[in-house]
């Protein structure tokens, strides 16, 4: 099973941004789909964002245009770049990749 360590989550104004990275115990060259999740306090657990081996990219609705997520296969390594935050994206960020979840990071967006 792979093992996943987020980092890159922190204290931001609304309007700032922040990248996340996910950093992989093994390679990732060859898995299909990677995910990024969200869970606010008090609320479920979202989909944020997918990408397929070949580079392919799906977001939700709530942060089209505003997140960008990439994978760097050389690094064994998943980032979510997120500009143009809001309060609303404030949660623990998790990337997800063959059944196995990261301990998640902390974003908090300040009005």
């Known amino acids: 099973q792979v093992q996943l360590v987020e980092s890159g989550g922190g204290l931001v104004q609304a309007g700032g941004s922040l990248r996340l990275s996910c950093a992989a115990s093994?390679?990732?060259?060859?898995?299909?789909?990677m995910h990024w999740y969200r869970q606010a306090p008090g609320k479920q657990r979202e989909w944020v964002a997918g990408?397929?081996?070949?580079?392919?990219?799906l977001y939700a609705d709530s942060v089209k245009g505003r997140f960008t997520i990439s994978r760097d296969n050389a690094r064994n390594t998943m980032y979510l770049q997120m500009n143009s935050l809001k309060p609303e994206d404030t949660a623990v960020y998790y990337c997800?990749?063959?059944?196995?979840w990261g301990q998640g990071t902390q974003v908090t967006v300040s009005s």
């Open positions: 997800y990749i063959i059944s196995s």
């Open positions: 093994g390679s990732i060259s060859s898995i299909n789909v």
């Open positions: 990408i397929t081996k070949g580079g392919g990219t």
